[in-house]
């Protein structure tokens, strides 16, 4: 069990370090606040675009994703 918790933070960390890629969440922010959250879900919706077509995260075994089921 506390294996299966370490993959499973360790796969979220994966996914952590794909969104910090970006460079857009680092620092400080010199743009209108109003654009903050627009820059956040673009970069979430890529990465998660990546994901679905070809650069998955690493797979858990015995885990399915129910979103691309």
């Keep these: ?3 299966a918790m370490g993959v499973a933070r360790a ?3 994966t996914l952590n370090r794909r969104l910090k890629q970006w460079g857009a ?7 209108e606040d109003s654009k903050h959250g627009w820059v956040f879900r673009s ?3 890529i990465t ?6 070809g650069r ?3 797979q ?3 885990y399915e994703d129910q979103i691309l089921s």
């Design 1 to 3: 069990h506390l294996d």
């Design 11 to 13: 796969r979220h960390e």
């Design 25 to 31: 969440l680092q620092g400080i922010w010199r743009h």
């Design 43 to 45: 970069v979430a919706t």
């Design 48 to 53: 998660q675009l990546e994901i679905s077509n």
């Design 56 to 58: 998955p995260l690493f």
């Design 60 to 62: 858990i075994e015995g």
